[in-house]
């Protein structure tokens, strides 16, 4: 089993709809989490982290955090073109290193 | 604040050749990671030094090897290169302590032939 686990997509969604990203993680010991975006040929960029659960909003993001099921999830509300990129999931496990999952790559189409 | 900063920006080496990447972190930040990207694995952690120590190793071999320097930059060699290792290397620091998320360098694009 993967340590994080995400649908590796595409994910295609219509521009103004929400897109749902999420992510599975193995370690219980889990403390936070992270999002991150990369473009194409570029590095990966911070979206935002939770260590809560619940879920935590950030302009049109909100993360959502459910550690007795051991998922994280991303909501894009309003989706843009320009939000078309991979979206990472990146877990802080109970060793604290910091381990990604492979990415979902979101297409938003005009 | 300055970024995360590595260089080169791209290497072509040729295989059983041996390479070193620099990094230099974002001032203040006393963590430095290491990892490498490849399409069809993803982003796979190498590791990752704290105040010169190295805090987590990933499951690579040990022809990955890395140090952390007094002023917290970081570098990292690869020796012996096989075709295998050509890939994005993307360094990421961050404080360290608390809830702290990694922050991340443009990367250099490693090509062995």
């Known amino acids: 089993q993967k340590e994080v686990e995400q649908n590796s997509g595409p994910l295609s969604v219509p521009e103004g709809a929400i897109a749902s990203l999420n992510c599975t993680y193995s370690?219980?010991?889990?403390?936070?989490f992270f999002w991150y975006r990369q473009y194409s040929g570029k590095s990966p960029e911070l979206i935002m982290f939770i260590y809560s659960n619940g879920d935590k909003e950030d302009g049109r993001f909100t993360a959502q955090l459910n550690k007795a099921s051991q998922y994280v999830s991303l909501l894009i509300r309003d989706s843009q073109p320009s939000d078309s990129a991979t979206y990472l999931c990146a877990v802080n496990t109970g060793f604290q290193k910091l381990v990604f999952g492979t990415g979902t790559r979101l297409l938003v189409s005009p | 604040k300055a970024g995360v900063t590595q260089t080169p920006r791209y290497l072509i080496k040729t295989r059983g050749q041996q390479v070193t990447l620099s990094c230099s972190p974002i001032s203040g930040h006393r963590s430095v990671s290491w990892y490498q990207q490849t399409p069809g694995q993803g982003l796979q952690f190498l590791f990752e030094y704290f105040s010169e120590t190295q805090r987590n190793k990933g499951n690579f071999p040990g022809r990955f090897s890395g140090r952390q320097f007094s002023n917290s930059r970081s570098e990292m060699n690869v020796s012996t290169l096989e075709l295998g290792d050509s890939a994005l290397y993307l360094c990421a620091s961050r404080t360290g302590t608390g809830v702290s998320p990694l922050h991340f360098g443009n990367g250099t694009r490693l090509t062995v032939t």
């Open positions: 370690d219980r010991g889990s403390q936070s």
